[in-house]
């Protein structure tokens, strides 16, 4: 069973904007998925939502850009040519990352894609729906507070090794030797994974 996606936007986590997360909800917008990109895709996000961050020639010049981007240009030429179904499905998540195929509805057929290059053919085509497999949306997606909330929610195996050193430290530094523990775990349990 596969649950309905909506994107839902991209906020940024880290005051220097090279890490953002992408917010996805169930159709009915209880739920949420985050999931962390980095600055280049923020902007893609960005700009095909018609919210991208710069002075007014940058915006325009990456709004008419986006026009002729792999993504439009893919979906076009697979519209043209074939009679393709493609969709998007999260399907698994490992060692910090998120993992996808794009299927074609009619046969089955999957091919591995990145999530967030998932997303962009989502946006660049309306036809392409986005999806996610029940029991990764039960396990890992967190209560949606609105786009105004204070925090979100973000499951530690949803971040890069990098990034969870970079907070352990910062809670150890913090005297937040718990949140430190729980970190430390999650290293160890990717660590045993990879023998």
């Not at 089955?108 to 029940?134: M, N, Q």
Request: proline share 3%; with cysteine.
């Amino acid at each position: 069973m596969r649950i309905k996606l909506k994107i839902h936007g991209v906020i940024d986590i880290m005051a220097n904007h090279s890490a953002s997360l992408l917010i996805l909800t169930d159709e009915e917008e209880n739920r949420q998925l985050s999931i962390v990109v980095d600055e280049h895709m923020r902007n893609q996000i960005a700009i095909r939502r018609g919210k991208y961050h710069g002075d007014l020639e940058h915006r325009t010049s990456a709004i008419n850009a986006f026009q002729n981007c792999l993504p439009e240009t893919l979906s076009a030429a697979i519209t043209y040519l074939t009679n393709v179904e493609f969709c998007v499905i999260i399907v698994s998540i490992y060692d910090g990352q998120y993992c996808a195929i794009l299927e074609d509805q009619r046969t089955g057929t999957a091919f591995p894609i990145r999530v967030s290059d998932g997303v962009l053919l989502a946006y660049a085509d309306p036809h392409v729906p986005l999806y996610i497999e029940k029991s990764l949306w039960d396990m890992q997606s967190t209560k949606y507070m609105g786009e105004n909330a204070k925090g979100v929610s973000l499951p530690l195996n949803t971040l890069s090794v990098p990034m969870l050193k970079k907070v352990m430290q910062q809670c150890i530094d913090e005297e937040k030797y718990e949140a430190a523990q729980q970190i430390k775990n999650e290293l160890d349990k990717r660590k045993a994974i990879k023998g």
